[in-house]
């Protein structure tokens, strides 16, 4: 008995053993060949997957990148009356909101409007540039600040490359909180 265990034992491991050596000029079969061997496509070369043949695809027209938000208001003139009127804060007012608007006002804009936004921050002093308005002196909403920190006016260029939409009516409710401040 205990040789019958023992040949059998020595029979699995010959056998298992054998499978390793054989004819290695026959690959196994392979059911999705892209997948053993993708195919890779450098940038901007061509590609035969594709209806215009390039590897470098543009995104479909119409549709919008992920964590991007559309503004609908033109970079004119009357864009920015027309964001003036209808634009609103979609952000609640809270400590938070104020607390961030601050920071981001301290690091973007304070430089030129100043601490309280009087229109007299460290650029004017130095006469860097000149004419920067007090917030007081112009009619302003909030949708009137959001679009200058979208698109930029006069002088002053656009901050919507350094600032998030939560960010830029962050800043706008900070700024329309100083205006009030400075009507006092």
């Keep these: 008995m205990k040789n019958i265990l023992k040949i059998t034992i020595a029979l699995a491991f010959l056998f298992s053993l054998s499978s390793c050596w054989g004819d290695k000029s026959k690959p196994n079969y ?11 496509y ?8 594709f209806s215009n043949g390039m590897t470098t695809q543009l995104p479909v027209e119409g549709t919008i990148a992920r964590g991007d938000v559309p503004y609908e208001y033109e970079n004119t003139n009357e864009g920015y009356e027309a964001a003036k009127i ?4 979609p952000l609640e007012l809270t400590e938070a909101n104020l607390d961030n608007g601050k920071k981001m006002y301290d690091i973007y804009c304070m430089s030129c409007h100043g601490k309280s936004g009087a229109g007299d921050g460290v650029l ?18 909030e949708g009137s600040i959001y679009h200058v920190i979208m698109h930029g006016r006069n002088l002053m260029g656009s901050h919507s490359s350094q600032l998030t939409t939560k960010e830029r009516w962050q ?9 009030t401040e400075l009507l006092k």
Excluded at 42 to 49: D, F, G, Q, S
């Design 124 to 141: 004017v002093q130095r006469e860097k540039f000149l004419g920067i308005p007090n917030y007081k002196d112009r009619e302003i909403t």
């Design 86 to 89: 209808d634009l609103k804060n």
């Design 42 to 49: 450098e940038t901007y070369t061509e590609n035969p997957n």
């Design 171 to 179: 800043v706008t409710m900070y700024v329309q909180q100083l205006r």
């Design 30 to 40: 392979q059911y999705m060949p892209d997948m053993y061997k993708s195919v890779g």
